[in-house]
């Protein structure tokens, strides 16, 4: 009983004294800084905005998956749980669309937050802004481009009580890319002029950006034209053809503003003699001589921010990952779409003009004579990764002319398939016998799961910026300033005879084949309202292949594959050499279609619900 | 504490008695269905391209329920008694659909039990009298076109086709034919009389019979309109 009465009375003692003082448990908490000791220490600040850079939204990345470069027939897929790509025969209307404007609130606040802030130096204080605001325009750069004319939200929204104030209707198309161009013009002298800084926004980056979007918006005043029904009749989808040379006009003056050297010295990265390898080496150079590069996501080994694109995407016969390989396989589509030195197109010789094979004593020796982004582009049979060969054999064919691909070949004991392929149905290989080269890391261990690679992902490049200036005069009827844009990206490629005349097919060719892979393919359609007449839902067969390459129109509904196979024949004067045939695999079923309603993704039925103000997509 | 058996049985027996009671609410039951007529006749559309919705208010926020129309111009739903609206929204279909102005406007349907609701649309073209003749594997048709819509809102002719499929399933898209005949809308001389030719490929597994029919692109318009379905025996 006594014991019990002094653990109760010192006990309410101890609740009594430490009551007293109230501010002895009001603490400060250590696992949140609060927003004015955030915003006061620059190290800090930067913290904050590198998770806004870190939550960019690209179309194709290399941290987003190899499957987002696969699809429009530009390549297959050789994973067999990913072959809906070419299966199916349509998109979702609700295919390719984002509406995060959390991410817009927390740029918004930041803005607001660093404005505020009274204890950062005005140096820091004007470039955190500026970088806050780049990357906001960032966004609505990669909204319009997929929904259209969005509610412009430039300050943190606070419910007070009324939603109605809350809700902001859809400004009109041209209004938002207004507010982008208007946007990094503010900002651009708050960025620094330097080609050195890749990682977080330049002058440069803003001076790219504005050519992009300024010539989406011009492309989309004029070709809108041809497509009247995919508009709505407030223009918050669609962009009167009137305005489109105004755009054009933006375009080429922030294009020539970088060429100018006014943002820092940027250049087409020629460093390796070897044309094909320079081109490769583009996206692998991270050091200062590449001042082709304007604006990147970077990666570094060893920290978490690395991707798995090597992984995903290596040669198998030179995996390091065992069957962790092989799965974007570009098509033929793409590879006969690179043109020969001479200019001309040309399908890729497979047979002669009697319909007879033709005999290549080398693998390579069918792709000689085409442009070196080919193979900058495309890793071809028989390409060396890492130190040997690839080895993309489909099987032989034997003195009676019979295609065999099972047991070895013929007196040794050597497979007849090769170990890359390509067969059928045989995931993780080529399928189509050709690998991705542009961004596969050749380092020692890029292909493990453990280490993967750090080859950075470039949003902005220099050779864009040349093609949008090219595009640009060509559409504001200043052919000769176009040709010298272009001519200067095609020299680079090995195409050293200049092109003298110009037309809209040359440009849609030539963004084509230098920009494939990178995340242009659908924007630069959708903006040329190309997209439904090329990806029509025709399926395709050999003759359609390799006929009309070069033309604009031209219809990329299904990826093609070409297998080489080894002719043997002992007594035949082309025994040893080998001979290529066209494949339609058998799980290309579908044929891509792209409707009119495709055109500006679908705004889910929750959002027009939440605000009544939004309009729904036409055609959809 | 001691368990016992028989009374977690029962205790369970309550619960799965008291749970069984109501738990699913009864399924939609009455079915709304139709076709897409002008003059009593079905238009012929390409399967699941034509969308109809149908939007029920006063249950918090909003959204269609949507269905497409199929080839031969019907359409069903199952539904809730109620009141609906109905639209087929945009520029969808190869027609013009209660329009007054420059939108198309809802019509307004009662739901109660099971009935059938034909759509009055009024198409740019009909395709009319398609005949046609296997000789071999050739297989040749001919047909008129009926231009329907003749005052300001009249629309240019921008192809027309003959598709062949082997199954009933005919249209321009990938999988809708085996086998085509285009003919730009600028070629077509005459409108009464408009001929197309296609040869139908070897079949695997081989069947000796195919299906056709003949669309019409319309300039500016996404949807085809076709002619009826026929069953060719080569």
């Known amino acids: ?620 | 504490m001691k368990f016992k058996f028989h009374y977690i049985i029962l205790m369970a027996l309550i619960i799965m008695a008291a749970s069984c009671k109501k738990d699913t609410f009864e399924p939609p039951q009455s079915t709304l269905k139709g076709r897409l007529v002008y003059n009593g006749q079905a238009l012929n559309l390409e399967y699941a391209q034509v969308p109809i919705q149908l939007y029920q208010s006063g249950f918090g926020k909003k959204g269609a329920i949507t269905g497409t129309a199929a080839q031969d111009g019907s359409y069903s739903f199952l539904l809730f008694n109620g009141d609906y609206k109905l639209i087929i929204p945009g520029a969808q279909g190869p027609f013009r659909w209660n329009q007054t102005t420059g939108d198309r406007d809802s019509l307004s349907v009662s739901v109660s039990g099971d009935q059938t609701l034909d759509l009055q649309v009024t198409p740019y073209y009909l395709i009319e009298n398609a005949q046609y003749n296997a000789s071999g594997r050739d297989i040749t048709v001919n047909f008129n076109i009926n231009k329907v819509i003749i005052d300001a809102n009249a629309k240019d002719i921008e192809s027309v086709a003959l598709y062949i499929n082997k199954t009933q399933f005919v249209s321009g898209a990938g999988d809708g034919n085996i086998a085509n005949a285009n003919m730009a809308g600028t070629d077509i001389t005459s409108m009464n009389n408009v001929t197309l030719t296609a040869t139908v490929p070897n079949l695997t597994p081989t069947q000796n019979y195919v299906f056709v029919r003949v669309g019409l692109k319309i300039a500016g318009v996404e949807d085809m309109i076709f002619s009826p379905l026929q069953k060719i025996t080569l």
């Not at chain 1, 499957?67 to 027939?73: L, P």
């Not at chain 1, 259209?148 to 943190?156: A, D, K, Q």
């Not at chain 1, 004593?361 to 442009?371: C, E, K, L, T």
């Not at chain 1, 891509?592 to 939440?610: A, C, E, P």
């Open chain 1, 1 to 620: 009983m006594k014991k019990i009465f002094i653990i109760t009375i010192s006990a309410a003692l101890l609740i009594t004294a430490s009551c007293k003082d109230n501010d002895f448990l009001d603490i400060e908490p250590r696992d949140v800084v609060p927003t004015d000791k955030m915003f006061s220490d620059p190290a800090l600040v930067l913290s904050v905005v590198a998770d806004l850079y870190q939550r960019q939204l690209d179309f194709s990345g290399l941290d987003n998956g190899w499957a987002s470069f696969v699809d429009f027939s530009e390549a297959y897929p050789s994973e067999n749980g990913s072959a809906f790509f070419v299966q199916r025969s349509n998109w979702g209307f609700s295919e390719w669309n984002t509406w995060d404007y959390g991410y817009i609130r927390d740029i918004n606040l930041f803005i607001e937050r660093a404005t505020a802030s009274t204890a950062l130096n005005e140096g820091d204080k004007r470039r955190f802004i500026a970088e806050g605001r780049f990357l906001r325009a960032s966004y609505y750069f990669e909204l319009v481009k997929r929904m259209g004319g969005v509610p412009l939200i430039t300050n943190s929204l606070t419910y007070e009580g009324d939603v109605e104030s809350l809700q902001t209707p859809r400004s009109k198309e041209s209004e938002v890319y207004d507010f982008i161009l208007n946007e990094l013009t503010a900002i651009k002298n708050d960025l620094p002029a330097s080609s050195d800084t890749k990682s977080r926004a330049s002058k440069g980056a803003a001076f790219a950006m504005m050519s992009r979007a300024a010539l989406y918006a011009g492309s989309i005043a004029k070709y809108g034209a041809t497509t009247p029904s995919v508009t709505l009749p407030g223009n918050e989808v669609g962009i009167p053809a009137a305005m489109a040379n105004g755009y054009y006009a933006k375009a080429l003056a922030a294009a020539d503003s970088i060429i100018e050297g006014k943002a820092g010295s940027y250049s087409l990265y020629t460093s390796l003699p070897n044309l094909s390898d320079n081109f490769a080496a583009v996206f692998l150079d991270k050091s200062s001589t590449n001042h082709e590069s304007i604006y990147i996501e970077d990666f570094k080994v060893g920290t978490n921010k690395v991707h798995s694109f090597t992984v995903n995407n290596q040669p198998y016969s030179r995996s390091e990952e065992g069957a962790d390989a092989g799965r974007l396989n570009p098509s033929l589509n793409i590879v006969e779409a690179f043109e020969k030195l001479d200019n001309t197109y040309a399908p890729i010789p497979t047979t002669d003009e009697n319909g007879d094979p033709i005999y290549y004593a080398n693998q390579q020796d069918i792709f000689a004579g085409r442009d070196a982004r080919l193979a900058g582009t495309v890793m071809l049979p028989g390409s060396i990764f890492k130190g040997a060969a690839i080895d993309v054999r489909a099987g032989y064919q034997n003195a009676a002319g019979d295609f065999v691909s099972s047991g070895n070949l013929p007196g040794t004991s050597t497979s007849a398939v090769g170990l890359d392929g390509p067969s059928d149905g045989l995931e993780f290989r080529t399928q189509t016998g050709f690998y991705i080269r542009k961004y596969l890391d050749p380092v020692t261990g890029s292909g493990r799961r453990g280490r993967r690679s750090d080859v950075a992902f470039i949003r902005y490049r220099y050779a864009e910026v040349l093609l949008n200036a090219a595009e640009a005069s060509f559409e504001l009827g200043d052919e000769g300033t176009a040709l010298n844009y272009i001519n200067q990206v095609r020299a680079r490629a090995g195409l050293t005879t200049p092109l003298t005349s110009l037309s809209f097919d040359r440009i849609v060719h030539e963004r084509r084949v230098e920009l494939v892979f990178e995340g242009h393919t659908l924007f630069d359609m959708k903006r040329w309202r190309l997209a439904h007449r090329v990806w029509d839902g025709q399926t395709m067969t050999v003759a359609d292949l390799k006929s009309n390459i070069g033309s604009a129109t031209k219809h990329n509904t299904q990826p093609f594959s070409l297998w080489p196979y080894l002719y043997v024949n002992p007594g035949s004067p082309n025994n040893g050499k080998w001979i290529f045939r066209e494949v339609k695999l058998s799980r290309v079923t579908g044929a891509n279609r792209f409707q009119l309603g495709n055109y500006y993704s679908q705004i889910s039925d929750d959002i027009l619900s939440r605000n009544p103000k939004i309009v729904k997509q036409p055609n959809q």
